[in-house]
């Protein structure tokens, strides 16, 4: 079946670490999306790609970093340069803009700071 | 900039009432515009989207929405409300020119009083 995968669903991290959640799609998707979900404050875009090998900050970026070298998969890494890492985050997917645009979204990784 | 606003933070109903979930967005041009819905611990769901025509709406799960232009509105509604419709719904708005993304409100946690 097509969809998106996200691994692991839950990640305990020790302060000072690094550590990358895995996102895959199968749907031929062009876009890919991180966001990250915190209690009472919604969805909020980390970074996004719209293409291979070309990705763009959002509006919370800072302590986070990606790549895009496989259209399938968009792995985002948090470092240890971000203060609250612990929250819920979702990687979704999209064709390109247009009537038919309509994101779809994994089942979330649980980032915990231990 | 864009925007999304749900204004009820939490809602309760009974099971067998009439639901409607408030968001207002701000954007300079016709919008696309989105209701999700969000099980605890899963990724969102689309409920239904709307991109131009007819300004009400139809989606899954017996769920409708109302485009209002001149109130900047696109409220969620469903006639009767089943238990299994306690979840975390979310309203978003886009992509935008030159700018494949989502934005998206805070969103409105339903409990369902049996």
């Known amino acids: 079946d097509g969809g998106i995968t996200q691994s692991p669903k839950y990640l305990f991290r020790k302060e000072g670490q690094n550590v990358t959640l895995s996102c895959e799609q199968n749907?031929?998707?062009?876009?890919m999306y991180w966001y990250r979900q915190d209690p009472g404050q919604g969805l909020r875009l980390i970074y996004y790609s719209q293409i291979v090998n070309d990705f763009q900050k959002g509006d919370i970026a800072e302590g986070y970093s990606v790549s895009r070298e496989k259209k399938e998969s968009f792995p985002l890494t948090v470092t240890s340069a971000q203060k609250n890492p612990t929250a819920f985050y979702l990687c979704a997917s999209s064709l390109q803009g247009g009537p038919g645009f309509e994101a779809f979204f994994g089942q979330g990784t649980r980032l915990t700071v231990v | 900039a864009q925007s999304v606003t749900q204004p009820d933070i939490h809602i309760t109903v009974s099971e067998g009432a009439s639901l409607e979930l408030r968001c207002n967005y701000s954007y300079g041009a016709t919008p696309y515009l989105f209701w999700y819905v969000q099980s605890p611990g899963q990724g969102l769901q689309l409920l239904l989207k709307y991109f131009s025509g007819d300004t009400l709406v139809q989606g899954i799960k017996g769920f409708e929405a109302e485009f209002k232009r001149s109130q900047s509105s696109f409220n969620l509604r469903k006639p009767s409300v089943h238990g299994s419709d306690a979840a975390e719904y979310f309203c978003?708005?886009?992509?935008?020119?030159?700018?494949?993304?989502?934005?998206f409100g805070q969103g409105t946690r339903l409990t369902i009083n049996p």
């Open positions: 749907l031929n998707h062009d876009a």
């Open positions: 978003a708005v886009g992509p935008f020119q030159g700018a494949q993304k989502l934005v």
